[in-house]
């Protein structure tokens, strides 16, 4: 026989050294840092079941690879990299 969900429970993980809250409650669950108050992660149990939590999952995915900076290059480091370096004169 199974208890019914009808108040908030919270657990502490650790995820590669980093501690997170996970709360679950009747309406879903969130992930958040410990020591944070904005949820990571906010799952609904409605989307978990109807599946859109798979989409939205697949959404966040592509959102956080195009916000990882990339590194510009300067002009330069470009020069260097296309102009022979010249041998010094011989004595």
């Known amino acids: 026989m199974t208890t019914t969900?009808?108040?908030?429970?919270?657990?502490?993980?650790?995820?590669?050294?980093?501690?997170?809250?996970?709360?679950?409650?009747?309406?879903?669950l969130r992930v958040t840092g410990k020591g944070k108050r904005k949820a990571q992660v906010e799952l609904r149990w409605r989307d978990l079941l109807n599946g859109e939590a798979a989409l939205a999952v697949a959404l966040n995915a592509s959102l956080s690879q195009q916000r990882q900076p990339t590194k510009p290059k300067t002009e330069q480091s470009s020069d260097r990299a296309t102009k022979p370096v010249p041998k010094k004169a011989r004595r």
């Open 5 to 28: 969900l009808d108040k908030e429970l919270k657990r502490q993980v650790s995820v590669e050294g980093e501690d997170y809250v996970v709360a679950i409650d009747p309406e879903g």
